[in-house]
C-alpha cells in the first residue's frame, strides 16, 4: 500500500514570495491534515478535512496560508506571501476518517520549506 | 483543551541501556496517548497507542508505555537500546473517541552511544 505523497520535498524562496505544497494522501482515506513542524517544536495542525470540507482551521493565519482539497483527495497548501518565519517542515497526514472510533493518522515525508 | 510536556530535549543512552523518554499529558477529558517516532528527513511513525484499554501498551521495535492516570503520565520505554533506536521522538494527545486535533509535545531527541 503506497504510504502519503509529499512534494517538493524541499523549497527554498525569498521572503514576500508565494510556495505551494502539494500533498496525495492514502487511497480511501477521507481525513487529511496539513501540520507545519517548526525546528525544535512539534508539529502543530494547521488545518484538517472530512473529503472535501474543512472540519478544522482555527490554527491556520488565513491572512496568508490557504489550502484546498477540491476532489476529496489530493490537497494543496499554499503561502502568500511567506515570511520567515513560515520556515518548517510542513507534514500531511491522513487517516480513514473521524469519528467515534480512533483511526491511525499515517504521515507523509514533509516538505521543508526555507524562507530566506 | 489537552497538552503534553516531554522533560528533556535530549537523551543519550549507551547501547543495550534502558530507554526512558517522559511525557506528562494535561486534558480537560479522557485521553487517547501516542508516541510517534521521527527518522531524519521523514515522516512521523506510530509507535505504540493508548485509547482506553490495557494501561500498559506494547508497540513496534520493542517499546512499551504505561498509561498512569494519577501522575498524568505516559512514559516511553525500552530495555535495551539499539543502535537503529537513534531519532527523534514525540509524544501526543488526542481527545478519546477521535484521531483529530493531535496535540504534540517538542520532542526528545535519543542518542545511541556505542
Known amino acids: 500500500e503506497a504510504g502519503v505523497a509529499q512534494s517538493p520535498r524541499y523549497k527554498i524562496i525569498e521572503k514576500r514570495q508565494s510556495v505551494a505544497f502539494w500533498c496525495n494522501p492514502i487511497?480511501?482515506?477521507?481525513?487529511l491534515y496539513w501540520y507545519q513542524q517548526i525546528l525544535g517544536q512539534g508539529p502543530k495542525l494547521l488545518i484538517q478535512?472530512?473529503?472535501?470540507?474543512?472540519?478544522?482551521d482555527s490554527q491556520l493565519p488565513k491572512d496568508r496560508f490557504s489550502a484546498e482539497r477540491l476532489k476529496g483527495v489530493d490537497s494543496t497548501l499554499k503561502i502568500q506571501p511567506a515570511k520567515l518565519e513560515d520556515s518548517a517542515v510542513y507534514l500531511c497526514?491522513?487517516?480513514?476518517?473521524?469519528?467515534?472510533?480512533?483511526?491511525?493518522?499515517?504521515f507523509g515525508p514533509g516538505t521543508r520549506l526555507t524562507v530566506l | 483543551a489537552q497538552s503534553v510536556t516531554q522533560l528533556g530535549s535530549h537523551v543519550s543512552v549507551s547501547e543495550g541501556a534502558l530507554v526512558l523518554l517522559r511525557c506528562n499529558y494535561s486534558?480537560?477529558?479522557?485521553?487517547?496517548l501516542f508516541w510517534y517516532v521521527q527518522y531524519p528527513n521523514q515522516g512521523l511513525q506510530l509507535l505504540l497507542k493508548?485509547?482506553?484499554?490495557?494501561?500498559l501498551v506494547k508497540g513496534i521495535n520493542g517499546f512499551e508505555a504505561e498509561f498512569k492516570k494519577s501522575e498524568t503520565s505516559f512514559h516511553l520505554t525500552k530495555p535495551s537500546a539499539h543502535m537503529s533506536d537513534a531519532a527523534e521522538y514525540f509524544c501526543?494527545?488526542?481527545?478519546?473517541?477521535?484521531?483529530?486535533?493531535?496535540?504534540f509535545g517538542s520532542g526528545t531527541q535519543l542518542t545511541v552511544l556505542p
Open positions: 497526514a491522513s487517516s480513514l476518517s473521524v469519528g467515534t472510533t480512533y483511526n491511525e493518522q499515517f
Open positions: 487511497s480511501g482515506h477521507a481525513t
Open positions: 478535512f472530512q473529503n472535501n470540507g474543512v472540519v478544522d
Open positions: 486534558s480537560s477529558v479522557p485521553p487517547y
Open positions: 493508548y485509547t482506553s484499554a490495557a494501561t
Open positions: 501526543a494527545v488526542s481527545p478519546s473517541g477521535s484521531a483529530r486535533q493531535l496535540t
